[in-house]
């Protein structure tokens, strides 16, 4: 299973736009790369997942360069309820998608 | 729009005693997951499960822990006597067949406080 690091925390305001980059160097071909967000007291909730390039969706974009080797999610204009944590997984079956300790985004006014 | 349901919201257990845990998944997903996550943790992966089977699970998940599909509809999780280290919210999760797709629908958790 890929390794995935990740910022512990992130601090924005409210409107901007925030980046977070995870790296999964030993990606293997086959994996895919999903991100989930959770708030507090709360299950884990799909975000976004993609193989290579550029995905958007309505809630954000998620990059990933031709080696893979990083992603970068991308928040639009966030807004305080996007203070949440921020996991990237990375994984190619449905057993394979592990949880690391994620990222840490706090929203300010 | 379809969601994964858990019961109960909160259980309390003293320790030694078993506790079900129970979820239903969503009606077409074939896949199910149990996770938990200690307070202030991260989500720790404990069991899948696909047609009618273990298909894959964590160290965690030892000889105490058990999973069943007793029926169409719900999912559970047994822990045969319990731990106080098994305090801890434990999620279900589910999602669809299909290679490429891996997105896991989470239901709400049951938090589990073991006494």
């Known amino acids: 299973l890929a390794k995935t690091t990740q910022p512990i925390s992130m601090d924005s305001y409210e409107g901007q736009e925030v980046n977070i980059t995870c790296s999964h160097n030993?990606?293997?071909?086959?994996?895919?790369i999903t991100w989930y967000q959770q708030f507090p007291s709360q299950g884990p909730r799909f975000i976004i997942q993609?193989?290579?390039t550029k995905v958007t969706n309505e809630v954000a974009s998620l990059f990933i360069p031709a080696d893979r080797k990083s992603s970068t999610l991308s928040l639009p204009r966030v807004s305080l309820s996007d203070t949440a944590v921020y996991y990237c997984l990375v994984g190619d079956t449905h057993n394979d998608m592990r949880f690391g300790a994620g990222t840490r985004l706090t929203v300010k006014p | 729009e379809p969601e994964v349901t858990q019961t109960p919201s909160h259980q309390v257990t003293q320790m030694g005693q078993e506790v079900i845990l129970r979820c239903v998944p969503i009606?077409?997903?074939?896949?199910f997951y149990w996770y938990r996550q200690i307070l202030g943790q991260k989500v720790e992966f404990l069991v899948s499960?696909?047609?009618?089977?273990?298909?894959?699970k964590s160290e965690i998940f030892d000889d105490q822990f058990s999973v069943e599909r007793p029926d169409g509809s719900n999912f559970t999780l047994k822990i045969r006597s319990t731990k106080l280290e098994d305090s801890a919210m434990y999620f279900c999760?589910?999602?669809?067949?299909?290679?490429?797709?891996?997105?896991?629908?989470f239901g709400p958790g049951t938090r589990l406080t073991v006494t």
């Open positions: 030993n990606i293997a071909t086959n994996d895919y």
């Open positions: 999760a589910s999602s669809e067949a299909g290679q490429g797709s891996y997105e896991q629908y």
């Open positions: 009606s077409n997903h074939l896949y």
């Open positions: 499960f696909y047609n009618n089977e273990i298909s894959e």
């Open positions: 993609g193989y290579k």
